[in-house]
């Protein structure tokens, strides 16, 4: 088991981060995307992460030509996607196991889709049923809610689908299958999700057109997509861990580059920013999505929060957060984040039993828990092959030194993340 042993930090430290990891999100949408296309897309800055490369070989696999040089990536698709000689291997993404299910339900042929140990044991419910719904033929282990995922690609009825979780990958799902529909389809979610999709398929002249009353409207493209033509901006969520470190050090700040401001996408900071760090925000560009920098700086002891709205937003930051939180004076709250259960672990027990063992007090509720903010004492914390895990803990480690096993994990989101922690405190792998 491979193992990261993070030292206290010895001096305050100013970060430039140049070099965050690509967006993952992005990354996973160009490499699936491209093949709605009929001529070729170009992608810079596409993340070489496990789980990304494991979405751009499937696109392979499915018959398109992938050219890689590092992280410039041309990917052009073929006349018609092709049935595959082999099973199409996620890895550990559940985003790239959930939106191949909704591209191929309606593409003629059988796929299989399968993931590693951890992503088989991951609910796939959430997308088969409401693809089985509208005609999609999906089978698996417990009736189809585990992997490995059997797909029969076919001709879709249009449908009109309110679902009953606010989900960036069930929303995407019936998108991509609604533009495979015979005719025009609607989606609709209580609460708005990270909204990656639809901006890169309006960008490629879908039209996906969200209603006065909530219903988002998807017409079937008369004609294939545009191609892609884009720099994906670092990734927020990888960002955010060294914004936390910031907050949490005194007289650190961070300056982290070239990273998507898409307001579903930055709620995390919002947060922090509420909590007491002090953040500025500079946009540069917007055209699939608004980037730019982001400037974090220690202003102080951070206050306890509670967090209990646009959930769907920061979910996948809710466990660097809860690093903010266990320094924070008073006790912090988070509900209505059950979906923390279902993520790479079950990220309310990962969290939790982590904090335990660095002193910190905390309560477990079914849909979140209570942190109440006190000293980090150093501990020895297994990741449960969870990347955010791993990472969250390592900041935590910046304060009193912290042993992190099973880190392997952090290769599928943000492969150069020990390398960036290395250039403020020593990390002995």
């Given at each position: 088991?491979?193992?990261?042993?993070?030292?206290?930090?010895?001096?305050?430290?100013?970060?430039?981060?140049?070099?965050i990891?690509?967006?993952?999100?992005?990354?996973?949408?160009?490499?699936?995307?491209?093949?709605l296309?009929?001529?070729?897309?170009?992608?810079?800055?596409?993340?070489?992460?496990?789980?990304?490369?494991n979405?751009?070989?499937?696109?392979?696999?499915?018959?398109?030509?992938?050219?890689?040089?590092?992280?410039?990536?041309?990917?052009?698709?073929?006349?018609?996607?092709?049935?595959?000689?082999?099973?199409?291997?996620?890895?550990?993404?559940?985003?790239?196991?959930?939106?191949?299910?909704?591209?191929?339900?309606?593409?003629?042929?059988s796929?299989?889709?399968?993931?590693?140990?951890?992503?088989?044991?991951?609910?796939?419910?959430?997308?088969?049923?409401?693809?089985?719904?509208?005609?999609?033929?999906?089978?698996?282990?417990?009736?189809g809610?585990?992997?490995?995922?059997?797909?029969?690609?076919?001709?879709?009825?249009?449908?009109?689908?309110?679902?009953?979780?606010?989900?960036?990958?069930?929303?995407?799902?019936?998108?991509?299958?609604?533009?495979?529909?015979?005719?025009?389809?609607?989606?609709?979610?209580?609460?708005?999700?990270?909204?990656?999709?639809?901006?890169?398929?309006?960008?490629?002249?879908?039209?996906?057109?969200?209603?006065?009353?909530?219903?988002?409207?998807?017409?079937?493209?008369k004609?294939?997509?545009?191609?892609?033509?884009?720099?994906?901006?670092?990734?927020?969520s990888?960002?955010?861990?060294?914004?936390?470190?910031?907050?949490?050090?005194p007289?650190?700040?961070?300056?982290?580059?070239?990273?998507?401001?898409?307001?579903?996408?930055i709620?995390?900071?919002?947060?922090?920013?509420?909590?007491?760090?002090?953040?500025?925000?500079?946009?540069?560009?917007?055209?699939?999505?608004?980037?730019?920098?982001?400037?974090?700086?220690?202003?102080?002891?951070?206050?306890?929060?509670?967090?209990?709205?646009?959930?769907?937003?920061?979910?996948?930051?809710?466990?660097?957060?809860?690093?903010?939180?266990?320094?924070?004076?008073?006790?912090?709250?988070?509900?209505?984040?059950?979906?923390?259960?279902?993520?790479?672990?079950?990220?309310?027990?990962?969290?939790?039993?982590?904090?335990?063992?660095?002193?910190?007090?905390?309560?477990?509720?079914?849909?979140?828990?209570?942190?109440?903010?006190?000293?980090?004492?150093?501990?020895?914390?297994?990741?449960?092959?969870?990347?955010?895990?791993?990472?969250s803990?390592?900041?935590?480690?910046?304060?009193?030194?912290?042993?992190?096993?099973?880190?392997?994990?952090?290769?599928?989101?943000?492969?150069?993340?020990?390398?960036?922690?290395?250039?403020?405190?020593?990390?002995?792998?």
């Open positions: 088991m491979k193992t990261a042993a993070i030292a206290p930090v010895q001096k305050t430290f100013k970060l430039i981060c140049k070099d990891a690509a967006d993952k999100s992005i990354s996973h949408r160009c490499a699936m995307f491209s093949l296309s009929d001529r070729p897309s170009h992608i810079r800055n596409f993340l070489l992460g496990e789980d990304t490369l979405s751009l070989k499937i696109a392979s696999q499915l018959g398109a030509n992938v050219e890689r040089k590092g992280s410039e990536i041309t990917i052009t698709p073929p006349a018609k996607l092709s049935e595959p000689d082999d099973v199409l291997d996620c890895g550990n993404a559940g985003t790239g196991m959930r939106l191949y299910c909704g591209l191929l339900a309606g593409v003629e042929g796929f299989v889709l399968t993931g590693d140990k951890y992503l088989r044991q991951r609910p796939m419910n959430r997308v088969v049923k409401p693809l089985r719904e509208i005609g999609a033929k999906i089978d698996g282990r417990e009736h809610n585990l992997a490995p995922l059997c797909i029969r690609g076919q001709a879709l009825k249009p449908f009109r689908y309110e679902s009953p979780v606010d989900s960036a990958q069930v929303k995407s799902a019936l998108i991509l299958a609604g533009l495979r529909a015979e005719s025009k389809s609607y989606y609709k979610e209580a609460l708005l999700s990270r909204d990656h999709t639809e901006r890169m398929l309006r960008g490629m002249g879908a039209s996906i057109v969200l209603q006065e009353d909530g219903w988002l409207e998807i017409s079937p493209p004609r294939p997509l545009n191609p892609l033509d884009i720099t994906v901006p670092a990734d927020p990888s960002g955010f861990f060294f914004a936390v470190a910031a907050a949490i050090v007289g650190a700040s961070v300056f982290i580059k070239n990273v998507t401001l898409n307001p579903t996408r709620e995390a900071y919002k947060v922090l920013e509420r909590m007491g760090a002090k953040i500025a925000y500079e946009t540069h560009e917007d055209r699939y999505e608004p980037i730019g920098d982001i400037h974090i700086s220690y202003d102080g002891k951070l206050q306890a929060i509670s967090i209990e709205n646009h959930i769907a937003w920061l979910i996948d930051e809710l466990p660097a957060l809860s690093i903010a939180m266990a320094c924070a004076e008073g006790t912090s709250r988070v509900s209505n984040a059950q979906e923390l259960r279902v993520k790479e672990s079950d990220r309310i027990v990962s969290v939790l039993s982590g904090l335990n063992a660095c002193g910190i007090k905390t309560v477990e509720h079914e849909d979140g828990y209570e942190i109440t903010g006190g000293k980090i004492h150093a501990a020895t914390i297994n990741s449960c092959g969870d990347h955010r895990i791993a990472m803990f390592a900041m935590a480690g910046l304060l009193e030194g912290m042993v992190i096993e099973d880190i392997a994990c952090v290769d599928t989101s943000f492969p150069n993340f020990f390398d960036i922690l290395s250039e403020i405190t020593k990390v002995d792998m």
